[in-house]
């Protein structure tokens, strides 16, 4: 078994990296990733989990620290063995994108689909959160666009609970 850490933000260059580190190691050792992320780029996070599920039996997470955005957010994407450590914890708030206001009433340019997407991502999320327990008042500070500070015990409940919500409503 060999061990390897990932505790930087997701962008291309830092997944790229994790990938070539992963790639080195002999395809029939397993593969403990000890994981803290402040966030980053939710396609990137959502490309490791995509990498990682494909050979999902070789990996095990383990999260210590932070595991926040995109990066909790990768934590219900993967389908690996999670291990989430007592002193592990998460903040979780509302996608964001940079566009132009200018032109996001023109619905052939790019801004328009962006907002239509962060607003469909919006709804997705607070309803995966309202299906992990989150209260009126979270979810209202949430759809703010504020943070909400999660400690690991409710991590682990929350992951599982956004996991289950994900697995019931794609087999609709």
Same mark, same amino acid.
């Given at each position: 078994?060999? $061990?390897? /850490?990932?505790?930087?933000?997701?962008?291309? +260059?830092?997944?790229?990296?994790?990938?070539?580190? =992963?790639?080195? &190691?002999?395809?029939?050792?397993? =593969?403990?990733?000890?994981?803290?992320?402040?966030?980053?780029?939710?396609?990137? %996070? %959502?490309?490791? @989990?995509?990498? &990682?599920?494909?050979? /999902?039996?070789?990996?095990?997470?383990? =999260?210590?620290?932070?595991?926040?955005? @995109? +990066?909790?957010?990768?934590?219900? !994407?993967?389908?690996?063995?999670? *291990?989430?450590?007592?002193? @592990?914890?998460?903040? =979780?708030?509302? *996608?964001?994108?940079?566009?132009?206001?200018?032109?996001?009433?023109?619905?052939?340019?790019?801004? %328009?689909?962006?907002? /239509?997407?962060?607003? @469909?991502?919006?709804?997705?999320?607070?309803?995966? !959160?309202?299906?992990?327990?989150?209260? /009126? $008042?979270?979810?209202?500070?949430?759809?703010?666009?504020?943070?909400? &500070? *999660?400690?690991?015990?409710?991590?682990?409940?929350?992951?599982?609970?956004?996991?289950?919500?994900?697995?019931?409503?794609?087999?609709?």
């Amino acid at each position: 078994m060999k $061990a390897i /850490k990932f505790d930087l933000e997701f962008t291309d +260059a830092s997944i790229k990296d994790l990938f070539k580190e =992963i790639d080195s &190691i002999n395809k029939d050792e397993n =593969i403990i990733l000890y994981f803290c992320s402040s966030g980053g780029h939710i396609t990137t %996070a %959502a490309q490791l @989990a995509d990498y &990682i599920n494909r050979n /999902k039996e070789r990996f095990t997470i383990v =999260i210590d620290w932070e595991c926040s955005s @995109a +990066a909790f957010l990768f934590l219900c !994407l993967v389908n690996c063995e999670v *291990i989430i450590n007592n002193t @592990a914890f998460a903040i =979780i708030h509302l *996608i964001s994108n940079d566009i132009s206001y200018r032109l996001v009433r023109d619905r052939t340019a790019y801004p %328009a689909f962006a907002k /239509k997407r962060l607003d @469909a991502d919006r709804i997705n999320l607070l309803n995966e !959160l309202t299906y992990a327990g989150f209260n /009126k $008042a979270e979810l209202k500070l949430i759809d703010n666009g504020q943070d909400i &500070i *999660i400690d690991s015990i409710r991590m682990k409940y929350v992951v599982e609970k956004v996991k289950a919500y994900r697995r019931q409503n794609n087999d609709e």
